[in-house]
């Protein structure tokens, strides 16, 4: 791009090492075109290129390590005689010294010497072990991965993906074996390196933006975090996981200002990693394997795959002897997830995720999650499993360390345990008793139990704000649980899968435990979900509520009462239909989740008070709608004034049933927040909240949601507003 470029196009941060080596072959290019010429500039430009490299291997390496630095580069260190040589300006003074300039044919004997000593080497493949790779396309994140490639492969046909899967596996494991204490140490200092870096980059955004909130926070994940925080990080294993976030509440010019710094601070930190991995692995040579086949089982028969053992000079014999059609695996080493903006992720990690600092090996102070949000890590990772019936060679292995953080007596995890208890049995007294969910018991089973209710108790906070919901619920929970918690064939089917690969085998009954109340809670859970879109269906679909809800719309429409001082708009489920329909669009159901309990209006007030306002419109629509069965009744929800339109008997076919069924909720527009609508659209004589309003409060209300599949509902939503909605908005 031109260097006037606007500053969030232009490439604002140092080139990579590989675009400083291309510049330099492109250099040499150049040069052998006007070396007969003009041998005077040719030479010059030589002295310039031996610097630039000198100022390369600075970047890769250090006089006391080079040592270990890969053939190429210690080829290139001694040509230039980098070790012995304090600066660049040395290095380039002594090449002069040995090489002086001459007329054009010793010109081109010396930019051929160079081409050949320096650039050519500085650019092969094994100049470094590992290699970064940086993905944009994922979705919910950008991941940012340093990895060590293998050469694999399969007689007679290609690997498939999960052949492939499983070797990444097995060459990964072999990278982080527990007795190569040195790898670990070497992860640890780049992860608390990169932490380093990034806080000192957050302290410069705030400066630039303004703000004195975080505009970053980074922590490590996966299992490396959970061991961490367990206090026995030796126990760690496999590659390090690690995240980025960037505050959601950043306008949005600011958020992908402080993006585009962090995605240049992670390449060049991972381009300097790649060279230092190298090292690592010149300095502990004697400890490498040899290179030997690795079996594995695929779906179709055995397959040979071929390991390349950290040392790619092995490559060539191994393709020569054993035939086979080969492909590339990834050993991972290092990933860097950054959650991208106005995703249900970013904002849900934003709000829930406490980082502490905990010892990590050596003693070195790392950035890690609480265990609550392992508990709900693995527990989103589970529930996924049994929503889609399918059993990962993960899925024992994460049941394993939902049951080992559990088990764990950590005063967080207690704390966050004890006031979903208290939730639960104040909500559900009925339930807490036929479970005997007790502050006594903490046990794996009664905790999952817990966890898993005070989840949906806090995902229907409309509902648990009318108390006949809440008594309803408690009584389908207390009578359908203890079944559920004998299991069923599909919990049986997957479990039978699950079993084998648990491998200390004194816990495979508390897994079983553990795994069968996520299932009996994801049940209950498809329950709420399932009432949800019955309520829906109804307002849309049967005739009589269709008709109330549209009579009392048509009366907020044409102004029941002159003046109203206020304006009512559709937002949540009833915004959504109006948006789609007019956009001419179809919500599919998944993306269709009542979150908020029901049909929604709010009120914004501008003058009349939201008490007054609701009981004329109460007068003026009670009479309207009492033909159709349904009633409007002013009551109290969380402290605040509200109106409902209810059934007058129970709605057929709910799960959980009460006297009545609330078909519309109007309650006084939230002063700001997520909720709160800045652009209201006026679509057939209705207001309605516009549909960027609509995407915030579907991602922030997922965002909110505690059970997974209420959160993953809320997300489908929060999709389906922003790309088919909105999507098509700004197509047309």
């Not at 291309?22 to 010429?37: C, D, F, K, P, T």
């Amino acid at each position: 791009m031109h260097k006037d470029s606007p500053i969030l196009l232009a490439p604002n941060t140092e080139l990579l090492i590989d675009e400083r080596i291309l510049g330099l072959q492109s250099e040499i290019r150049r040069l052998e075109v006007i070396a007969q010429s003009d041998p005077s500039r040719t030479y010059n430009s030589l002295c310039g290129i031996v610097g630039e490299a000198a100022e390369i291997l600075d970047s890769i390496t250090s006089r006391d390590t080079v040592e270990f630095a890969s053939e190429p580069i210690r080829d290139v260190a001694q040509y230039l005689g980098y070790k012995d040589l304090a600066s660049t300006e040395d290095i380039v003074r002594a090449w002069a010294d040995k090489n002086p300039e001459g007329d054009g044919p010793k010109t081109e004997r010396q930019l051929d010497d160079v081409n050949t000593e320096v650039v050519e080497q500085l650019g092969k493949p094994n100049a470094a072990a590992a290699s970064p790779r940086s993905l944009y396309n994922i979705g919910p994140f950008y991941l940012y991965r340093l990895m060590h490639r293998f050469v694999g492969g399969a007689p007679g046909k290609p690997m498939d993906l999960k052949a492939k899967g499983d070797a990444s596996g097995s060459v990964t494991g072999v990278m982080h074996r527990p007795d190569w204490t040195w790898m670990a140490r070497w992860h640890q200092e780049r992860i608390t390196d990169l932490g380093q870096r990034l806080e000192a980059l957050d302290l410069r955004l705030k400066q630039d933006f303004g703000v004195g909130n975080e505009v970053l926070r980074y922590f490590l994940k996966g299992g490396r975090a959970m061991y961490t925080a367990l206090h026995r990080p030796q126990e760690g294993g496999n590659d390090w996981d690690t995240g980025i976030l960037i505050n959601p509440d950043l306008r949005p010019e600011d958020w992908y200002t402080a993006f585009a710094r962090v995605n240049d601070l992670v390449a060049i930190f991972l381009d300097e990693a790649r060279f230092g991995y190298t090292e690592l692995l010149e300095r502990h040579r004697d400890q490498l394997l040899d290179p030997q086949p690795l079996q594995l089982a695929a779906h179709d028969g055995p397959r040979l795959f071929s390991r390349l053992a950290l040392q790619a000079e092995h490559a060539e014999p191994m393709r020569a002897t054993e035939p086979f059609r080969p492909a590339g695996v990834n050993g991972e080493l290092i990933d860097i997830g950054v959650s991208a903006r106005n995703t249900v992720e970013l904002r849900e990690h934003w709000r829930v995720l406490h980082i502490v600092k905990a010892e990590g090996i050596d003693g070195i102070a790392t950035p890690v999650p609480t265990l609550p949000y392992f508990v709900d890590d693995f527990s989103t990772m589970i529930r996924e499993a049994i929503q889609t019936n399918t059993v990962g060679r993960k899925l024992a292995k994460r049941l394993e360390r939902l049951l080992t953080v559990l088990s764990e007596p950590d005063a967080n995890l207690m704390e966050h345990l004890k006031r979903n208890l208290v939730t639960v049995t104040k909500a559900m007294p009925m339930t807490a008793e036929e479970l005997e969910l007790t502050p006594t018991k903490s046990d794996p089973w009664s905790m999952m139990l817990t966890w898993g209710l005070a989840a949906l108790l806090n995902d229907t906070a409309i509902y648990a704000a009318r108390q006949t919901w809440v008594a309803a619920f408690d009584t389908f929970a207390a009578e359908n649980l203890p079944r559920l918690l004998k299991g069923n064939t599909e919990f049986d089917e997957m479990w039978q899968q699950i079993e084998p690969g648990i491998k200390n085998r004194e816990s495979v009954a508390a897994c079983r435990e553990v795994f069968l109340a996520q299932c009996a809670v994801g049940t209950l859970a498809d329950d709420i979900v399932a009432d949800y879109q019955t309520v829906g269906q109804a307002v849309i679909g049967k005739e009589n509520y269709q008709k109330a809800v549209n009579c009392v719309l048509e009366i907020i429409d044409n102004g029941y009462s002159k003046p109203i001082a206020g304006t009512y708009y559709r937002t949540g489920w009833l915004g959504l239909l109006a948006q789609a329909r007019h956009v001419g669009v179809t919500i599919p159901m998944q993306s269709a989740p009542l979150l908020g309990g029901s049909v929604e209006l709010y009120y914004r007030a501008e003058g009349t008070k939201a008490e007054e306002a609701f009981d004329q419109l109460a007068q003026a629509a009670g009479t309207a709608v009492a033909q159709y069965d349904v009633t409007v009744d002013a009551v109290n929800i969380a402290g605040q004034p509200a109106l409902v339109v209810q059934t007058r008997n129970p709605l057929l076919g709910l799960k959980i049933t009460e006297a009545s069924t609330v078909l519309l909720v109007i309650r006084p527009e939230p002063l700001d927040g997520p909720t709160h609508a800045s652009v209201l659209d006026f679509l057939n004589r209705g207001v309605t909240a516009s549909i960027r309003d609509l995407s915030r409060l579907y991602t922030d209300r997922a965002a909110s949601s505690e059970d997974f599949l209420i959160r993953s509902r809320g997300r489908h939503a929060a999709e389906f507003v922003l790309l088919d909605l909105l999507g098509r908005q700004l197509k047309t």
